[in-house]
C-alpha cells in the first residue's frame, strides 16, 4: 500500500536541541482541529502534552499512538513486564479524559509516522511527538498547502482509523464527549444570552439583576443557539438507537427532541423575537432621511436625522416590549434542556479501555 500527494509550499527543517515542528505547536491556539500521529511520547516530559490540554474545548484533537515495546508476540517474561509498563503509562498518559472533552485517542502498533498538523500547518518528519526528540538530530517538512492538509485529514486520517485500536471498547464514550461538548457550548451560550437581557445595579451594598425590556439579542447571539440545536437533534437520535440497543432504561429523549422544535419556534420567521432581531435602527434613520430628502437640505438635515432616530429608538422599545415574554420563555426552556442533557449524560454507563490495547 502506498498513498502519495505532491505538496506546495514546502519548508525542509532540520533541527537538534529544538523542537522543529514548533510553529505548528504555536498554531494550535488558532486552529479547530488537530492531528497527532506518532511512534512514542514522553514517559516524564509534559511540554507537548500541556500544549494538547490547553487548547480550546472546541478544538477537536485526534491522537494516534504506537505503543513501544508492545509485540504481538512475548518470548521472556522480561520483554512481557516492559510491555505491561509501557502500555500502562500510554494508557494513562494519553486517556481522552485527561484533554479536552472533543479528543480521540487511538493506538496503531505499526505506526513509525510523525505528523504534526493543524487545519493551518502539517510537519512530516522523523521527530516525535515526545519532548525527548529535540535532543535528537532531526529533519522534515513544514507545509502550510491548505490541499495537502485537508488530504491528510481526509485520506491519512482515514487509513489510521482503519488500521488502529480506539481508546476505548463501545460508542459510548464518543457520544458521551460528544453531548457533553454540546452541553458545555450551550450553556456558555445561554449565559450570554442572559446577559445580553439583563442588567444589574448595586442596592444597599448588594448586585442586583434585572431583566432589560430594551435588550441587545441579535442575529448574532442566536444563530448558534439555532446550529447547536440541530447538532444537538442529530446526536440525541443517535444516542437513543444505542441506549435502545443496549437497553438502558433512557431519559425520555424522544421529548428533549420534540421540546427542541419548541425552543426554535421562539425565533422562527415572524415571532416576536425575530422582528426585533431584524430590526436596523441605522438603516431606519437612512431610509427615513432619503424618503424626505427632497426636504433635507442643510438646516433641515440635522432635524430629519434626530426625527429618524428618535422614532427608530421608539420602534425599537415597541419590538423589545414585544418580545419580552418570548425571550424570558426561551431562556427558561434554554435552561429546562442543559438540566435534561445533564440527566442524559449521567445515564451513560462507564467507558471501559479496549482490552485489545493490553496483551501482557
Same mark, same amino acid.
Given at each position: 500500500m502506498i498513498i502519495s500527494r505532491e505538496v506546495n509550499n514546502v519548508k525542509f527543517v532540520f533541527s537538534q536541541s529544538e523542537c522543529g515542528y514548533q510553529e505548528v505547536i504555536d498554531d494550535f491556539e488558532n486552529s479547530d482541529y488537530i492531528l497527532v500521529v506518532t511512534f512514542n511520547i514522553s514517559e516524564n516530559g509534559d511540554y507537548l502534552i500541556s500544549k494538547l490540554k490547553n487548547v480550546s474545548p472546541n478544538t477537536e484533537v485526534k491522537i494516534f499512538s504506537n505503543i513501544p515495546q508492545r509485540f504481538k508476540q512475548y518470548y521472556h517474561e522480561n520483554a512481557r513486564n516492559l510491555a505491561k509498563r509501557k502500555i500502562r503509562i500510554y494508557i494513562d %498518559? @494519553?486517556?481522552p479524559e485527561r484533554f479536552n472533552l472533543n479528543t480521540d485517542t487511538s493506538f496503531s502498533f505499526s505506526n513509525h509516522s510523525k505528523i504534526i498538523l493543524t487545519n493551518n500547518k502539517v510537519y512530516v518528519g522523523s521527530a516525535n511527538f515526545s519532548d525527548e526528540s529535540r535532543n535528537n538530530i532531526e529533519s522534515g517538512f513544514i507545509s502550510d498547502d491548505v490541499e495537502f492538509i485537508e488530504f491528510i485529514k481526509k485520506d491519512i486520517v482515514g487509513y489510521m482509523e482503519g488500521s488502529?485500536?480506539?481508546y476505548y471498547n463501545n460508542k459510548f464514550s464518543r457520544l458521551k464527549v460528544m453531548l457533553s461538548l454540546i452541553y458545555s457550548n450551550l450553556e456558555s451560550i445561554r449565559q450570554d444570552l442572559y446577559y445580553a437581557t439583563h442588567g444589574s445595579h448595586d442596592h444597599a451594598? %448588594?448586585?442586583?439583576?434585572?431583566?432589560?425590556?430594551d435588550n441587545n439579542i441579535s442575529l448574532y447571539d442566536i444563530s448558534p443557539v439555532d446550529n447547536l440545536l440541530y447538532d444537538?437533534?442529530? @446526536? @440525541?437520535?443517535?444516542?437513543?438507537?444505542?441506549?435502545?440497543?443496549?437497553?438502558?432504561?433512557?431519559?425520555?429523549?424522544?421529548q428533549v427532541v420534540s421540546d427542541l422544535e419548541n425552543i426554535r419556534d421562539h425565533y422562527t420567521e415572524g415571532s416576536p423575537i425575530n422582528e426585533y432581531m431584524k430590526f436596523d435602527e441605522i438603516r431606519y434613520v437612512n431610509d427615513y432621511i432619503d424618503k424626505n430628502s427632497m426636504m433635507a437640505f442643510d438646516e433641515y438635515l440635522e432635524g430629519y436625522h434626530d426625527t429618524g432616530t428618535e422614532r427608530a429608538g421608539e420602534i425599537k422599545l415597541e419590538l423589545a416590549e414585544s418580545a419580552s415574554e418570548d425571550v424570558l420563555s426561551l431562556l427558561e426552556n434554554l435552561k429546562n434542556l442543559s438540566f435534561n442533557l445533564e440527566e442524559i449524560i449521567s445515564q451513560f454507563p462507564s467507558s471501559n479501555v479496549n482490552s485489545n490495547i493490553t496483551n501482557v
Open positions: %498518559k @494519553l486517556n488502529s485500536v480506539s451594598g %448588594k448586585s442586583q439583576e434585572f431583566f432589560m425590556v444537538l437533534e442529530d @446526536l @440525541l437520535n443517535e444516542v437513543q438507537i444505542e441506549f435502545e440497543q443496549y437497553e438502558i432504561d433512557e431519559f425520555d429523549i424522544g
